[in-house]
C-alpha cells in the first residue's frame, strides 16, 4: 500500500489549504482513511477520519473549520482546511486502515504565519 500526499505550504491566519491523498496497492474496500498531525516536539494526533461507509470523526480543535471527505472508487481523501489557525501548523500525514492493518502517507507541511 502506498498513500501520496499533496497540497501543504505557507497560508497567512484565516487561510486556506486543501490536502489530497491517493492510495494505491492492497486497499480493500473495506477501510478508513484520514488525517493525523504531528507539531515539533508533540504527539501525533488524529486530525479526521472518514470511513468508507462515509462516517467522519473530527478532533475537537478542527470541527467546524475541517472537512473531510473521500472518493472510494479511487481510495483517495481530501482535507479542506478553512480558518486556519498558528495552532494548526504541523506536519500532515495520510493514513488508511484497512483488514487491521495501518500505512502512513510520507507526511505535507503545512505552516500558518503571518
Known amino acids: 500500500v502506498q498513500l501520496q500526499a499533496s497540497g501543504g505550504g505557507l497560508v497567512q491566519p484565516g487561510g486556506s489549504l486543501r490536502l489530497s491523498c491517493a492510495g494505491s496497492?492492497?486497499?480493500?474496500?473495506?477501510?478508513?482513511m484520514g488525517w493525523y498531525r504531528q507539531a515539533p516536539g508533540k504527539q501525533r494526533e488524529l486530525v479526521a477520519i472518514?470511513?468508507?461507509?462515509?462516517?467522519?470523526n473530527y478532533a475537537d480543535s478542527v470541527k467546524g473549520r475541517f472537512t473531510i471527505s473521500r472518493d472510494g472508487a479511487k481510495n483517495s481523501v481530501l482535507l479542506q482546511m478553512n480558518s486556519l489557525q498558528f495552532e494548526d501548523t504541523a506536519t500532515y500525514y495520510c493514513?488508511?486502515?484497512?483488514?487491521?492493518?495501518?500505512?502512513w502517507g510520507q507526511g505535507t507541511l503545512v505552516t500558518v504565519s503571518s
Open positions: 496497492g492492497n486497499i480493500f474496500s473495506d477501510n478508513t
Open positions: 493514513y488508511v486502515l484497512t483488514r487491521g492493518a495501518s500505512y
Open positions: 472518514i470511513s468508507s461507509g462515509g462516517t467522519r
